[in-house]
């Protein structure tokens, strides 16, 4: 079992940054591609970003290419989302994933999401 757990969102106004976190508590860290998910009111919930184990890939939504950055610090079994240029769009609840394959669009264990909320 992998336990994670977001932290790092809040409200901000368009154009800002915000980084989140994710702490896992595993052993096994670097074995799990991570991944972030959104989910915006009444909408399906969205791959957002992903990484490979070692760190050496990533994948992101075309929606945030160029704006957000996946990365991971496998020492502190922790992974970050650096969202930057954020617009009203981007607001959703966040969600942190650790995969057992890459690639991998789907996640085997969760987080219990944090918010973020863009103003305009």
């Known amino acids: 079992q992998v336990q994670l757990v977001e932290s790092g969102g809040g409200l901000v106004q368009a154009g800002d940054s915000l980084r989140l976190s994710c702490a896992a508590s595993t052993r096994s860290f670097s074995r799990y591609t991570m991944l972030w998910f959104r989910q915006a009111p009444g909408k399906e919930r969205a791959l957002v970003a992903a990484i490979m184990g070692s760190g050496f890939a990533t994948d992101y939504a075309d929606s945030v290419k160029g704006r957000f950055t996946i990365s991971r610090d496998n020492a502190k079994n922790t992974v970050y989302l650096q969202m930057n240029s954020l617009k009203p769009e981007d607001t959703a609840v966040y969600y942190c994933?650790?995969?057992?394959?890459?690639?991998?669009?789907?996640?085997?264990?969760w987080g219990q999401g944090t918010q973020v909320t863009v103003s305009s």
């Open positions: 994933a650790a995969g057992l394959r890459w690639p991998t669009a789907t996640g085997d264990y």
